[in-house]
């Protein structure tokens, strides 16, 4: 009788255990698709900086050629200001909408840029314009990888057994990020 209790003991902490070290992979899993989720809005807010920082040299390279295009220059700055506030901020359809808001004064930007063959021809525009193509690039990647961290969070959240868990780790469901109506394609900066 003292080795069925015996037995029986040993059970029951062994299944204790079990669900132990099965609470805490659960807590952990969870915990660790947040941070990847929210690693990825990082990388999304430093190409968004980046284009950022981009612009006012832009937008003076253009402005020796192109004074009298003031309104052009004003929409590009007031975005740039909108994608700046945007990138600090945690609100990711803010971030999705300032970004339209410059995708489109840049296209402005770059079909002005258009009227002036010697500003197209210009080293120190090329190489912005080559440097935003590549930034451009790159913001996709990370949209791309955000919108995959999400994903895999959502779905732990959301799928036996991890749902459980989601209040215990503090995880909630994130946002995708995605693009404002008619702004799915990147500005045209080839000339």
């Known amino acids: 009788m003292g080795t069925a209790i015996l037995v029986i003991v040993i059970i029951i902490l062994v299944v204790i255990a079990g669900l132990v070290v099965f609470g805490i992979t659960g807590f952990n899993k969870l915990r660790k698709a947040d ?37 052009v220059l004003e929409a590009v700055t007031s975005a740039r200001a909108n994608l700046q506030q945007a990138a600090q901020g945690s609100d990711v359809a803010a971030k999705a909408a ?9 296209g402005r930007l770059f079909a002005v840029a258009e009227n002036y063959p010697q500003l197209q021809a210009a080293p120190n525009f090329m190489a912005l314009q080559t440097e935003l193509a590549e930034t451009e690039n790159k913001l996709s990647f990370a949209r791309q990888y955000y919108n995959d961290a999400v994903s895999r969070l959502n779905q732990a959240c959301k799928t036996l057994p991890w749902m459980f868990f989601a209040p ?24």
Request: overall charge negative.
């Open 35 to 71: 941070i990847t989720a929210e690693e990825a809005m990082g990388g999304i807010d430093v190409q968004l900086t980046r284009r950022a920082d981009l612009i006012p040299n832009l937008v003076n390279t253009v402005k020796g050629y192109a004074a009298h295009e003031a309104g």
């Open 98 to 106: 300032a970004e339209a808001q410059m995708s489109g004064a840049l």
């Open 168 to 191: 215990m780790a503090g995880v909630k469901p994130r946002e995708f990020y995605q693009a404002p109506a008619g702004q799915t394609q990147a500005p045209n900066v080839q000339f």
